[in-house]
Nanobody
């Protein structure tokens, strides 16, 4: 049974940092791209970051590029999203995903599994 679980969300002030973690099990973790989506209140869900199967390639949306960093540890079936210089517009529910494909242009595609989500709130 596939399980995908995020952790690390919370409340932070503008300019602060948070690190999200995603632990997955029930499938060969090291074979698949992993990524993050987010959904802010009243907005559509958007992909913000993706990392290929071995960590050699990463993708970021324009909205987070230069502030967020994705990484993975295949030995622990875990990947991470480090978020720096957080802004109020980063407030959202953040979802970990497993994907079928990594794209240089669009990040994670053919999403296979979603986590339950973790809330990130950035206070002004």
């Amino acid at each position: 049974q596939v399980q995908v679980a995020e952790s690390g969300g919370g409340l932070v002030e503008v300019g602060g940092s948070l690190r999200l973690s995603c632990e997955a099990s029930g499938f060969p973790f090291g074979y698949y791209p992993m990524g993050w989506f987010r959904q802010a209140p009243g907005k559509e869900r958007e992909g913000i970051s993706c990392i290929n199967f071995n960590g050699a390639m990463t993708w970021y949306s324009d909205s987070v590029k230069g502030r967020f960093t994705i990484a993975r540890d295949n030995s622990k079936n875990t990947h991470f999203l480090s978020m720096d210089n957080l802004k109020p517009e980063d407030t959202a529910v953040y979802y970990c995903v497993t994907a079928g494909t990594f794209s240089d242009l669009h990040g994670c595609e053919s999403i296979r599994h979603w986590g339950q989500g973790t809330q990130v709130t950035v206070s002004p």
